[in-house]
Structure formats: C-alpha cells, structure tokens
C-alpha cells in the first residue's frame, strides 16, 4: 500500500511539472531607433508635400515587457513622428488636416520623445517611465496609410506629433 502511494505521489509530481506552465521569457524593450528619412516615412503614412524643416520617428514594437501580458503583440507596431514646420508648412497643413480642435494630450514613453522630439524633450515635466505631451489637437486620419491606424496629433512647438498603431 506504501508503494502504491509514493508512487501515485511521485506520478503526480510528475505529472503537475509536465503540466506547469513555464514563465515566457521577459521581453525587453527594443532600443529605440531614431530615423529623418523623410522619403521613408512617406512609404508609411500619407504625409503631404508641405515645407518641413525636419522630421524624425520612431518604429517599434508595441509588445508588453511585462511577463504577465500577451496584449499586445510583439508584432504590432506603433509609429511616433514629430515634424518641424515653418509658418509656410502649417499653412499648407492646416486645410489638409483641418484646424485644431481642442487640445489632446499624447503620452510617449520617456526613451521615444527624447529620440524624437530631442532636446525638447526636457521641457517635459518628468513621469518616470513616460511623458505627457499636451497642445492643440490636428486630426491625424488624413495621414493613414496601408495599415497604420492614426493614434492622435498634436502641435508642440512648432511641429506635429503623431502616433500610429498597426495591430
């Protein structure tokens, strides 16, 4: 009887740790990229040919670093773009994308409006991990392109901050 117990004890043992579900290994952010191809980005969204002074994005994966989620994917993408304008780029912009509407505010994680929005990024008060970005807001659906969903635009300075999701 002893050793028809241990052994039902050890099967179950057995089994339990075949069945266990191992921890999926932590994903850690990408590092970001920072890219002025202009020309580029231009494959990706719908940006109209206004005067730009200078642009930089980002494109990353939207996947969580935390172990405990799988939402969203690894391979969804978000797309962050700040785009300096002159008075004349506004100008041309503003009939494209119609005039600001109220105000939005965009939050960026810490390490992707430094890449883009460089050093205005320290005018920014300090979250921690990310970083607040308030001003007028511009309808950004009239730059979507293929598969990239607009997430939001805003004026800060004197350029547009955009994100976009592909899911």
């Not at 969903?149 to 350029?159: K, N, T």
Request: charged fraction near 20%; glycine fraction near 10%.
């Amino acid at each position: 009887m002893v050793i028809v117990l241990r052994s039902l004890l050890l099967a179950l043992a057995i089994l339990s740790a075949g069945c266990s579900r191992d921890k999926p290994a932590s994903r850690k952010p990408a590092p970001v990229a920072v890219s002025t191809d202009l020309e580029k980005l231009r494959e990706i969204i719908n940006i109209p040919s206004i005067p730009i002074r200078n642009g930089r994005w980002v494109e990353m994966p939207l996947g969580q670093t935390d172990e405990g989620s799988l939402l969203p994917g690894p391979t969804d993408l978000g797309l962050y773009v700040y785009l300096e304008l002159d008075a004349a780029g506004w100008t041309e912009l503003e009939p494209i994308t119609g005039p600001a509407q109220g105000t939005r505010t965009i939050v960026l994680r810490t390490e992707i409006a430094s890449a883009i929005l460089g050093p205005l990024a320290t005018e920014l008060p300090d979250a921690g991990a990310s970083r607040a970005i308030t001003g007028p807001r511009y309808d950004a659906s009239k730059m979507r392109r293929g598969t990239y969903r607009p997430g939001g635009a805003i004026r800060f300075h004197d350029g547009l901050l955009m994100t976009f999701a592909a899911l």
